[in-house]
């Protein structure tokens, strides 16, 4: 038996069921089992989801909010990798994976909202769950693979005016909620390039 469409309309876990059924459909039993282990969490601005150095060990679906995935260098560079807004599912997924300390840091760049779960607990149910295994297949096609190659390409071949259209097609919406240091330090350039390259478009 799948899901009707509307069922969880109106509830905490709504955009949580739709943004899983927008890789791969699941069936209710599927569903009832997941959200057994999802908590909500609010995450003040300037807070932090996972800190450099400790152990990820859950996922986070971001209902409102904006996060930037970021590590520091040696010199103490803040080099951003990616932005995760509303909708999207968050970690630091090769740390996780590993059991290992992470490298980077999840901060909320604006009051947020996820839901978050066990990944051992989530694993788990993809054992039970051949939709949900799917899911998470499909994700990691989408977000580890084709997308980590896309942005290798692009770090590596394009200038910085390049990566900036590029940045603001990959990311619709979000010029207008980032201070400029953030997408400068995304872009790998500082304010000033930044301003001159908003300047000549």
């Excluded at 932005?83 to 604006?110: D, H, R, W, Y």
């Amino acid at each position: 038996m799948k899901i009707p469409p509307l069922y969880f309309v109106n509830t905490r876990m709504d955009s949580f069921v739709k943004a899983l059924n927008s890789y791969a459909p699941l069936s209710a039993a599927c569903i009832a089992e997941l959200v057994k282990i999802v908590r909500n969490k609010t995450i003040p601005k300037h807070g932090f989801l996972l800190r450099e150095g400790s152990i990820p060990k859950t996922v986070a679906f971001i209902k409102k909010g904006l996060f930037s995935y970021y590590y520091t260098t040696e010199e103490g560079t803040i080099v951003i990798k990616k932005f995760f807004a509303e909708n999207s599912f968050v970690a630091s997924t090769s740390a996780m994976l590993q059991k290992q300390p992470g490298l980077f840091n999840i901060c909320a760049l604006e009051d947020a909202e996820v839901l978050e779960y066990d990944f051992s607990s989530f694993r788990q149910l993809t054992q039970r769950f051949p939709d949900l295994a799917m899911f998470y297949i499909k994700y990691m096609e989408k977000h580890w693979i084709v997308e980590k190659e896309v942005l290798e390409i692009t770090i590596k071949y394009q200038n910085a005016r390049e990566r900036y259209l590029n940045f603001m097609i990959r990311y619709p919406g979000l010029n207008e909620r980032l201070k400029q240091h953030h997408v400068a330090s995304y872009l790998g350039i500082t304010p000033t390039q930044l301003s001159r390259i908003r300047k000549e478009l």
